[in-house]
């Protein structure tokens, strides 16, 4: 049925976006930064999954650029800061 294969491919969307990030946290762990882009490539999806072969039915989920940075990866880094922040995206509840 249609349910079921939604919900597969959001099991497989879901799997594949968690080992890009296992592989980014791999190559930070060597030293290698990296960026994960899904869009605004210079290039629709169709052209990209065309250059690399992909077949009927697969999803494009981005490019992911990496390469050793002019300054090496700190342990001390701070993420960006959220334009919103903490508060503004949760919600409490009594």
């Not at 879901?14 to 605004?40: E, H, P, R, Y």
């Not at 090496?72 to 334009?83: D, I, N």
Request: glycine share 10%; hydrophobic share 50%.
């Amino acid at each position: 049925s249609r349910l079921i294969w939604a919900n597969l491919i959001t099991q497989d969307h879901a799997a594949c976006a968690a080992a890009v990030q296992n592989f980014m946290l791999s190559l930070a762990a060597a030293g290698i930064g990296s960026k994960w882009m899904t869009g605004a490539l210079g290039a629709p999806p169709e052209a990209v999954k065309a250059a690399v072969g992909a077949e009927a039915g697969e999803h494009f989920m981005g490019a992911i650029w990496f390469g050793y940075p002019e300054t090496p990866l700190s342990a001390q880094a701070k993420a960006p800061t959220r334009k919103r922040g903490l508060a503004g995206v949760l919600t409490h509840t009594s």
